[in-house]
Each structure stands twice: as C-alpha cells, then as structure tokens.
C-alpha cells in the first residue's frame, strides 16, 4: 500500500469509537458483552476492569499504529 494516510484514518477512527466507549463506560459503571447484557463496576469488578484494561490496550495499540505510519510510511 502506498498510502499509509488511509491506516492512519482506521487507526484513529478505531481509537475515536473506543474512547467514546471507553467514556461511556466510565461514567455509567455498565459495560456491554457480547455474551450477556449488561455487567456493572460493583457486581462484577474483575470483568469490568478487564474490560477497561482491555480498551487502554486497544488504545495504545492504535497510537502505536499510528506512530509506525507517521515514521516508516515506506514500509505499507
């Protein structure tokens, strides 16, 4: 691929929903799983932090992405 432009746009499109996500989630204390409904900060505490560690990772990868893209375009 010769235009990284379009990566950065996924990448920081991607980072964009998770954020958004991500605040939701913060301020409600409810996250969403594809399994179940719903799950809360007090009932379940282990899920619901793995979950927010879970978009942090999601996160540092896209900036990471993003990085790569911005330094090494040669290499997409």
Request: proline share 4%.
């Amino acid at each position: 691929m010769q235009l990284p432009d379009r990566i950065v746009f996924l990448a920081l499109a991607l980072a964009a929903l998770v954020v958004i996500d991500l605040i939701k989630t913060l301020r409600t204390g409810r996250a969403r799983s594809m399994w179940t409904d719903t799950f809360s900060r007090e009932v379940e505490p282990q899920r619901f932090r793995r979950y927010v560690y879970g978009s942090y990772v999601v996160l540092v990868f896209c900036a990471g992405l993003i990085l790569w893209a911005l330094i090494w375009p040669e290499t997409f």
